[in-house]
């Protein structure tokens, strides 16, 4: 008998035929004997429709009040799946988060867990009962609803799977797991067994969109090992681990592309001493995000600044650098959209050279320019031009053997 | 300065529009000066929306996980308000029946009130803020979430007013207040400006859809004084109390026709000490609840027991009705659908003779046949044919010159 979390997005539970169909696949893990806790999201859709009826009732809606709201949406899953296994004879219970005791600080729609009190529902799992959990909810100290921000419900799964000490945590999506890259652009994409933490961080941050990286970083923290698998077949997906010895063969894991930065070109400064320190504070004070930076000095000690940040923050990022370029003298300042970041990601990195070289080689036999560059200990990402993004990625998955390592 | 409790059911919160529409009537009242209390129901047809999709999952759900889901309706409500307040400028909290303190026995479904923490809302209160409370549900002691069953809503608000010792209490629905008879029905009905308790009760119970009883029963016990009133309109309603002398004037209040009631015949049964007993102990393990209530002794000790039981108890009382004729020696059932109970209802009756024959008169007069009758201190009612019985109410409203007093 194991202690299995799983969880279930909202495409999984769009509707009572999805939902009788999830309460089947529970049904046959606890009928092995398991003991099942399952984490549910609001239904496909829920979550947008509430916030249009919260926009068009105040345009900037008080976030203590969109938790209020949102925590609905999973609610709806719990109650629904719950009766839809007392339908099947599962014995079953729904916690809202505030009743899985999982509370978390008070910065509302993105908080963090702090405590996950497992003493309720592992009184109910002796009892033989399903638990399911709303995921992406929990509770502050107050009382108050407060919901996890983005990729919250994974969050969830992972942190009660820490909690309780489960055997397996089961992430479920629409995606079969994690592959060497995306298979609607690489046809010879294989799914990769298993992966480490860090490598699955890196694909998050590249543009990879199967998870967001908090619930991998909090999977790492806490040593949680996960699979990412479909609800919609019954093939084994991808497991997220610490990096084993036998990984250390494959030098390469996947290739990911991201299409949703900018470039920033900031051009024409005075080289001086806290020049660059000054527009990076200036970014950092508006929030926005920098991800690759590249700074050329030029002749008469005039230098130029080049980084990316996401398409969504380019204007606030423009806003922010005009105070910036008047009070350090001076400088023009560029936006190009049309880039992608390619990222080349593999804990074998560590220990093997020649991975930029077989990168950079390929991509320059087909003639695609490469802009920026950087580089971390398990990853090397290019900005290429947007255009010819997809030829990139197929271009390296096969430099690196990836369609039949 | 006052502090008011208001209630708004499920249409007056039906979209984003009334929601704005009601968020107005709010703003007023707090920019008078007054403290406000908004308590709100689900928006009309998300109940009935969720109790379909739990049966397609489940026909019988667990009590429990209705409750689970059922809350939601409230609270997308008090959210939406909320934020419909914050777009007018107006600080505003909204609370869950668990946040209010709003707690309550175990009993799924039907939960009764146990206890109400006036506290957080009286800090937010002090601090300026409207406090929206989500109407119908409340919670256990062990954080259990319950509802409190048909006109929920309205006793929330009851409660709160009773807890936070309001000044007023204004109970917001789709009609003006309390008219001395169904204005669909008698066109010369009036609305009542004040009604004691006892007499709305007995409307209440007589097929007067305005509220449940036990919300006037809480009323009456806490002696909490409310007001009936459209939010459609900015009319004085009907305002609902403890009775006062000059209310003694008035001989009858009000006539009510409750066409929901069957009536079921138990006839040839051998009359002996305790066959009435047992019919209708069987009647109450089987939850049929049982009106009014006629014995008739034939000859050669043979008796007919007839009374009236809610239209949808008719199976369930047929069912319940077989074991018992088998054990006290016979008898047939028989059941009248087409039947309507006519009540008129006054406090004044206690002390005025002549009512009764003023009604039975007044229905002779027109050639009305009088079946069953039965009497209470306040009340008398009558049951009649189906099709005559608009007719039956407005002759009695004319006989008893509610047109005009």
Redesign the interface.
């Known amino acids: 008998m194991a202690l299995i979390v799983q969880k279930y997005g909202g495409t999984s539970v769009g509707d009572?035929d999805r939902?009788?169909n999830v309460?089947d696949r529970i049904k046959a893990v606890r009928d092995e004997g398991n003991q099942v806790v399952v984490v549910l999201s609001a239904r496909a859709g829920v979550t947008n429709e509430?916030i249009a009826?919260?926009k068009?009732?105040?345009?900037e809606?008080?976030e203590?009040?969109?938790d209020?709201?949102l925590?609905?949406g999973e609610?709806?899953s719990?109650?629904?799946m719950?009766?839809?296994l007392?339908?099947k004879s599962v014995k079953a219970?729904?916690y809202?988060g505030?009743?899985a005791g999982i509370f978390t600080d008070k910065v509302h729609t993105k908080a963090k867990i702090k405590m996950v009190n497992p003493k309720p529902i592992t009184r109910d799992l002796s009892e033989g009962k399903v638990v399911i959990v709303a995921g992406f909810q929990g509770i502050d100290e107050e009382?108050?609803?407060t919901t996890l921000g983005r990729g919250g419900s994974d969050l969830t799964a992972i942190a009660l799977a820490a909690a309780l000490k489960a055997d397996r945590c089961e992430i479920y999506t629409d995606v079969d797991g994690v592959y060497t890259s995306d298979p609607r652009v690489v046809k010879t994409a294989r799914k990769l067994p298993e992966i480490s933490y860090d490598e699955m961080l890196e694909l998050a941050s590249s543009g990879s969109k199967v998870m967001q990286s908090r619930s991998v970083e909090f999977a790492k923290k806490y040593g949680v090992i996960f699979e990412v698998r479909s609800s919609f077949n019954h093939n084994t997906g991808t497991l997220v681990k610490e990096e084993v010895a036998y990984m250390e063969q494959v030098v390469v894991r996947g290739i990911a592309a991201d299409k949703d930065q900018a470039k920033v070109i900031v051009s024409n400064i005075l080289d001086k001493p806290g020049s660059a320190a000054k527009v990076f504070r200036g970014l950092a004070d508006a929030n926005v995000i920098v991800d690759m930076i590249v700074q050329n000095v030029g002749r008469h000690g005039i230098a130029n600044l080049t980084f990316t940040v996401p398409q969504a923050d380019t204007v606030r990022a423009v806003k922010a650098l005009e105070p910036v370029l008047d009070a350090i003298g001076g400088g023009q300042v560029a936006v190009h959209e049309h880039i992608a970041k390619l990222s080349v990601v593999g804990v074998g990195m560590k220990t093997h050279s020649g991975v930029a070289a077989t990168l950079f080689q390929a991509l320059a036999d087909v003639g695609i320019n490469i802009d920026l560059i950087s580089t971390s200990e398990i990853k090397i990402s290019v900005v290429v031009d947007l255009d010819r993004a997809d030829e990139a990625v197929r271009v390296a998955h096969a430099a690196f053997k990836l369609d039949t390592v």
């Not at 068009?56 to 345009?59: F, G, I, V």
């Open positions: 009572v939902i009788r309460a509430l009826r919260a068009s009732l105040c345009p809606p008080s203590r009040e969109l209020q709201l925590a609905i609610q709806e719990i109650a629904l719950a009766m839809a007392h339908g219970v729904s809202t505030a009743q009382g108050q609803i």
